[in-house]
């Protein structure tokens, strides 16, 4: 009891710190880039749940599975679903015509979301679906208010209600503003699971949107090393040439 507690506790506590609908913060994503077992599962939930109406068309199989250490023959039996070569991009079987006619709007490709919208709003994006019956897939998004994508996760979240608090603004009229969220089903993982599976799932969208970042980061490390050394040598250098001089 003390454990689920604790971990409603830590699954919530950023939200209760900052909810409001509108002019909400966004909530913190732990991201690491260079955690490739996070990446991988963060891949794999991404090929699994997102990449049925979204495309990834800037990513190839082949580029992914080189950058997350992950063999093509890896890559071709645990993540592809949708293509028949490592070397495609990661596109979606439906069209645009489909897409506005299911969802009534164009789903976009998300190969460098984490950029348009950065990471921590995508992290506060998938953890806040809540129930909302007015709505057509009966959820709704604290993040995107009205979205129109369904509640994806919802078998790993499981269904939360929001829990509002009503007070009075300085007009005197009444507003309310969503605090936090009552779990109504569960998922089938727990909250603190979720959580860290939704960071996974944004540590690799961060990645894809851009994936030379690594190797850039890595490039930085050699060229800062490179410079500190040079600096002794061009010191020791200087030291000789002016040693006559003094
Ligand atoms: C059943 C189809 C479907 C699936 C599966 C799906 N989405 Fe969506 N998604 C949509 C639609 C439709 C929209 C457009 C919503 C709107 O504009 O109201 C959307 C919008 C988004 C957006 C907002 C993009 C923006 O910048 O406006 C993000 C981010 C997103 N989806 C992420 C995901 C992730 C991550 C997954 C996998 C866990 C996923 N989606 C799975 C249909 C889907």
């Not at 503003?177 to 860290?196: A, C, H, I, M």
């Amino acid at each position: 009891m003390k454990n689920i507690l604790l971990a409603l506790i830590i699954g919530i506590a950023p939200l209760l710190a900052h909810a409001s609908e509108d002019g909400m913060k966004n909530m913190k994503a732990d991201i690491d880039l260079d955690n490739k077992s996070s990446l991988q599962r963060g891949a794999r939930l991404f090929t699994n749940y997102c990449l049925s109406c979204h495309s990834a068309a800037y990513m190839r199989y082949n580029r992914m599975g080189a950058d997350l250490g992950l063999t093509n023959k890896q890559v071709a039996k645990n993540l592809m679903f949708a293509a028949d070569k490592v070397g495609e991009t990661m596109t979606v079987a439906m069209t645009k015509h489909d897409a506005a006619k299911w969802f009534g709007t164009k789903i976009p490709d998300l190969s460098v979301v984490a950029r348009a919208r950065g990471s921590d709003w995508l992290f506060t994006y998938l953890m806040t679906f809540y129930v909302d019956p007015s709505r057509p897939w009966g959820v709704n998004n604290a993040r995107f208010p009205s979205v129109g994508m369904p509640d994806i996760l919802w078998e790993l979240e499981g269904m939360k209600k929001p829990v509002y608090k009503i007070h009075k603004n300085h007009e005197g009229r009444e507003e309310k503003t969503l605090v936090s969220y009552e779990q109504v089903t569960p998922g089938k993982l727990s909250p603190v699971e979720f959580r860290d599976s939704v960071t996974d799932l944004v540590n690799y969208l961060t990645y894809m949107g851009e994936p030379a970042k690594m190797e850039r980061q890595r490039w930085g490390v050699v060229a800062l090393i490179f410079l500190a050394i040079f600096f002794f040598v061009a010191y020791a250098l200087k030291k000789e040439y002016w040693r006559d001089v003094h």
